[in-house]
């Protein structure tokens, strides 16, 4: 028997998937109220720490939009005397690194650095967030920076289409229904005053947590923590406003007019559910078997199946409200419609049937095998313990995780599908050619689809 012509070997099995234990952390209070999770990870001399302040987008003021997000982009562009750029120059002095962002729930400083490095790199943290001297000049330049992040979002369908499906699905009230970072009014209104009240307000050590995770104790990270905080002072900040997360109700079918647009950039969903509800483990296989995995129906249906994309996918997005539950792809602008029909089939066959036995253990096969490779950094394992700060997750919520998702049934998926997919309450938005796609779109939802301008937001704000 030839080479050619001969029978290839059985591919080997599969080897049964390997235990895994999540890093041990212990968690400690300073007497001032900031909070402590340290995790020790000795395999190198890295440390990574981030600071989680109670200072994200839905704790924001009414007409401050932004202010958050241009708060904690200022911390590192002067503090303590030094300038953005002496303050750069001295973190790269000690080899570390920096970042600093606010989202919807926190503000987060993030710092990686060695080991022997950390007392000082902590302490540039420390000026940052408790002597931070937010520059009139940097406050001009980081909001010009916005301002045109925003109208170059505007020129571009992704960014488009991510704004007014926002303002479709929250009532116009809600924190959530304007981009985290704000939009052109809020930010152009923004001051010096505004970020310095924000940061008097918000960031306080009873609202601080400091994630540690690397090559170092618990006993050790509390005394330097102790050194370099124990003596900021402050109370604990109110909680955030209520009706972050109030919805519009009823189906909608939307087009946002790109006249001679090739193709279409499709949104389709409605509010999601919280991170702390029951079911998640239920929630997050369901929706990989929906659309969060490369060979999910959405995907297989739309890619695959017709051609109709390069990709398609769906996601709940956690915050501490109720985000956002959406289906994100872009097709031509021809097959718009089509498109659609096939989306709304899909979610509703997710509610009508169990999924198949092949399809939940491909779901939960990915999302068991792919979990311990993603904690193998001190970044990631200190990410991982904001997020269990930040959603306060249990202790054990990651020790669970692979038994937990493992535990999920066809019917269990199911119940998840009836429970948090609703197909009367969906919003359809479409960034497209109206003249192309807004009657069949119309047709397809089973409503009247509307048309608005672009610069439609921008004009009402």
Do not use: C
């Not at 926190?106 to 950390?118: E, G």
């Not at 939009?183 to 947590?209: E, N, Q």
């Not at 001190?378 to 997020?387: Q, V």
């Not at 599908?417 to 009657?439: C, F, K, M, N, S």
């Amino acid at each position: 028997m030839t080479q050619a012509t001969a029978t290839p070997a059985p591919r080997p099995a599969p080897a049964p998937p390997r235990s895994y234990q999540f890093p041990r952390f212990e968690r400690s209070t300073l007497p001032n109220g900031m909070r402590l999770v340290v995790a020790p990870v000795t395999k190198l001399p890295l440390v990574t720490v981030i600071a989680v302040v109670e200072a994200g987008a839905s704790v924001e003021p009414a007409g401050k939009e932004g202010v958050a997000a241009l708060t904690a982009r200022l911390l590192p562009e002067g503090a303590a005397g030094m300038d953005g750029a002496a303050l750069a120059e001295r973190f790269e002095q000690i080899g570390a690194s920096v970042e600093s962002h606010a989202d919807w729930d926190v503000t987060a400083v993030s710092l990686t650095a060695l080991t022997k490095q950390l007392p000082a790199a902590l302490a540039l943290v420390r000026d940052l967030l408790r002597a931070p001297e937010f520059p009139e000049r940097e406050v001009a330049r980081l909001k010009e920076e916005r301002l045109a992040e925003l109208l170059q979002q505007r020129t571009e369908p992704r960014g488009l289409a991510d704004e007014h499906f926002s303002h479709a699905l929250y009532q116009p009230s809600a924190r959530y229904a304007s981009p985290a970072d704000g939009d052109t009014s809020s930010v152009k209104a923004l001051t010096r005053a505004d970020v310095r009240a924000f940061y008097a307000a918000r960031y306080r050590p009873a609202a601080t947590t400091l994630v540690v995770a690397g090559d170092v104790t618990m006993a050790d990270a509390a005394a330097l923590a102790r050194d370099l905080f124990g003596d900021w002072v402050g109370e604990r900040p109110t909680p955030a406003p209520a009706g972050i997360d109030a919805v519009q109700g009823g189906r909608l079918a939307r087009v946002v007019a790109k006249a001679d647009a090739p193709q279409s950039e499709l949104r389709v969903g409605h509010r999601g559910i919280l991170r702390t509800a029951p079911d998640y483990f239920d929630t997050m296989v369901m929706n990989a078997v929906l659309g969060g995995l490369f060979s999910s129906r959405i995907n297989l249906n739309l890619r695959e199946a017709h051609g109709y994309t390069y990709g398609a996918f769906s996601a709940f997005e956690w915050r501490r409200g109720a985000g956002p539950f959406f289906v994100s792809t872009a097709v031509k602008s021809d097959v718009t419609a089509a498109a659609v029909q096939e989306i709304l089939g899909e979610i509703d066959r997710m509610r009508r049937e169990e999924i198949g036995a092949d399809e939940l253990t491909l779901a939960t096969s990915y999302l068991d095998g792919v979990f311990p490779i993603r904690y193998e950094t001190t970044a990631a394992i200190a990410a991982a313990l904001a997020n269990l700060v930040i959603h306060e997750l249990p202790d054990d919520y990651y020790d669970r995780y692979r038994d937990r998702v493992r535990a999920v049934t066809t019917r269990g998926v199911l119940q998840a599908a009836q429970q948090h997919l609703h197909p009367d309450e969906l919003r359809i938005v479409v960034v497209g050619d109206p003249t192309v796609i807004a009657a069949a779109l119309g047709e397809v939802a089973g409503v009247g689809a509307e048309v608005v301008s672009a610069d439609a937001l921008e004009r009402r704000a």
